[in-house]
């Protein structure tokens, strides 16, 4: 039988079950209690601000796609 490739595989994992976060977010009550978590949108205005974060991100992402590349 056929199998996808595992990063294939992994990407429509990720692809599903952001889409059950989304749905099961949207479906649900919105809670009107304070949370001591950080909203998403807070979350990303302060990764936005360190601008080092996003720099070793990329670096990250880079040597992903060298090991990909060598290794395919």
Sequence with gaps: GYWPHYLLL???????LAAFM???SLV??????????PTLRETYTGLQESK????????L???MAIIYLIFN
């Design 22 to 24: 989304i749905g099961i």
């Design 28 to 37: 649900t009550q919105k809670n009107n209690k304070p949370s001591p978590l």
């Design 52 to 59: 080092l974060i996003w720099i070793l991100w990329g670096i």
């Design 61 to 63: 992402a880079v040597i």
């Design 10 to 16: 992994s990407f429509y994992l990720f692809v599903g």
